[in-house]
């Protein structure tokens, strides 16, 4: 298994990351776990994947090298990633630049999902102190920081 990620991309090579913000952060490991588990999301990149032997056995198994030719923006973070199976059967796909990039800013919904699904378990009510932060009326910002964080986590 191959990817051909843009220069950036390169340092993202981690094949024995120890955390799963480690694991968001490794090519190898979100190369194992999309393989495997047929995607990638809060569920597979979960700390039972980091002591997955399959994924573990996989992560060992994936090339990176400088995707080629390099390309201008807004194209100039893109990636490769191919396949090559025990039968020989190859599989290669593509994107020139990822969701969430500057050429595809992400929108607010796809934002407040992602904290939600991330924070949740930790940090209940992150996504309803959010909300009250984003685009604030005036005055929302006017509590100390320290106020702020207590309504994340619950303590108020």
């Known amino acids: 298994m191959g990817r051909r990620p843009h220069e950036k991309g390169q340092l993202l090579d981690e094949r024995h990351p120890t955390t799963t913000l480690g694991a968001r952060f490794s090519i190898p490991h979100i190369a194992a776990v999309a393989a495997i588990s047929g995607g990638v999301d809060l569920d597979t990149l979960s700390s039972n994947s980091l002591v997955d032997p399959e994924v573990a056995e996989l992560r060992q198994r994936v090339t990176i090298r400088t995707y080629r030719p390099r390309l201008p923006p807004p194209n100039d973070l893109p990636a490769r990633v191919g396949f090559v199976f025990s039968n020989g059967m190859k ?7 990822a969701q969430g990039s500057p050429s595809t800013p992400l929108g607010l919904e796809t934002i407040r999902r992602k904290v939600d699904e991330i924070c949740r ?3 209940p009510r992150m996504s309803k102190v959010m909300d009250q932060l ?5 005055g929302t910002l006017e509590p100390l920081w320290e106020n702020v964080v207590s309504r994340i986590t619950g303590e108020s």
Do not use: K, T, W
């Not at 599989?91 to 630049?97: D, N, Q, R, S, V």
């Not at 984003?134 to 005036?138: A, M, R």
């Open 91 to 97: 599989f290669e796909a593509e994107c020139l630049y």
């Open 134 to 138: 984003v685009g604030p009326d005036e």
């Open 121 to 123: 378990s930790v940090y």
